[in-house]
T-cell receptor, first 111, second 113 residues
Framework: DAGITQSPRHKVTETGTPVTLRCHQTENHRYMYWYRQDPGHGLRLIHYSYGVKDTDKGEVSDGYSVSRSKTEDFLLTLESATSSQTSVYFC??????????FGPGTRLTVL | GQQLNQSPQSMFIQEGEDVSMNCTSSSIFNTWLWYKQDPGEGPVLLIALYKAGELTSNGRLTAQFGITRKDSFLNISASIPSDVGIYFCAGLTNAGNNRKLIWGLGTSLAVNP
């Protein structure tokens, strides 16, 4: 258990509204990741961070932005939510690149 | 992008049976990881493998890092109802500063008590 929390755990929003999901860790891990999980697609990497203020894009980054101003927090923002962004979002952290520990997930519904 | 071929896609077995699943790729990996995801929760790391040929156990679970470095296997012995869930494999590339995990699509396991 890497001491990872995600908030909110569930959210329903409307198309076009901005949404921010938060990931908080207490393990002082350097690496943090945001994934989305959809049926038939498995886990897909959205963005990741390799240090404070250091982020990079994953394979499905369009429509998403991230920020990491502190080691323990990694924020995922949907600037203008669309129905295609309805998904379960997972945060993960790791001390290095070779293992990742996952949070409990956030279920987002965009109407 | 890169993908891992994980099979089988799903399994339905009787309690007490042994289970085998595998992941294959056309690319070489330096690390293989196996995760289990229970319904409504995040994936949990089961076993990590770091060397070709390595065989590692975690209770009733045993995983192997294939000799070719392009595949990995997970076996569960004497399955029980709490083994139900989705099992994911993931492989770590070694592409310089761009090391990322590549994920399989999962094997869904159902156990009939």
């Amino acid at each position: 258990d890497a001491g990872i929390t995600q908030s909110p755990r569930h959210k329903v929003t409307e198309t076009g509204t901005p949404v921010t999901l938060r990931c908080h860790q207490t393990e002082n891990h350097r690496y943090m990741y945001w994934y989305r999980q959809d049926p038939g697609h498995g886990l897909r990497l959205i963005h990741y961070s390799y240090g404070v203020k250091d982020t990079d894009k994953g394979e499905v980054s369009d429509g998403y932005s991230v920020s990491r101003s502190k080691t323990e927090d990694f924020l995922l923002t949907l600037e203008s939510a669309t129905s295609s962004q309805t998904s379960v979002y997972f945060c993960a952290t790791g001390p290095g690149t070779d293992t990742q520990y996952f949070g409990p997930g956030t279920r987002l519904t965009v109407l | 992008g890169q993908q891992l071929n994980q099979s089988p896609q799903s399994m339905f077995i009787q309690e007490g049976e042994d289970v085998s699943m595998n992941c294959t790729s056309s690319s070489i990996f330096n690390t293989w990881l196996w995760y289990k995801q229970d319904p409504g929760e995040g994936p949990v790391l089961l076993i990590a493998l770091y060397k070709a040929g390595e065989l590692t156990s975690n209770g009733r679970l045993t995983a192997q890092f294939g000799i070719t470095r392009k595949d990995s296997f997970l076996n569960i012995s004497a399955s029980i109802p709490s083994d139900v869930g989705i099992y994911f494999c993931a492989g770590l590339t070694n592409a310089g500063n761009n090391r990322k995990l590549i994920w399989g699509l999962g094997t869904s396991l159902a156990v009939n008590p």
